[in-house]
């Protein structure tokens, strides 16, 4: 059986466009983000819109071989 990490983060701040957050050019954090859960097996979600405030979740597997990653 995986066990699954859960870590979210909520605000009521002002909100932004998502797609446009995680396609910018100029900047790698939310994509950063979810790349890296990707890449752990895990899902990463953020939800949020101008005026509503955001939510970021992520889920990840804590006992899962991954291939690849050499533990230190």
Do not use: C, W, Y
Request: glycine share 12%; hydrophobic share 45%.
């Amino acid at each position: 059986m995986t066990e699954i990490l859960l870590l979210e983060i909520q605000d009521n701040g002002v909100g932004f466009d998502v797609a446009r957050a995680i396609n910018r050019r100029k900047s790698v954090g939310l994509a950063g983000m979810r790349e890296r859960a990707v890449l752990l097996g895990g899902h990463f979600t953020v939800d949020s819109a101008a005026g509503s405030g955001t939510q970021i979740s992520a889920e990840l597997p804590v006992n899962q071989p991954r291939e690849g990653v050499v533990e230190l």
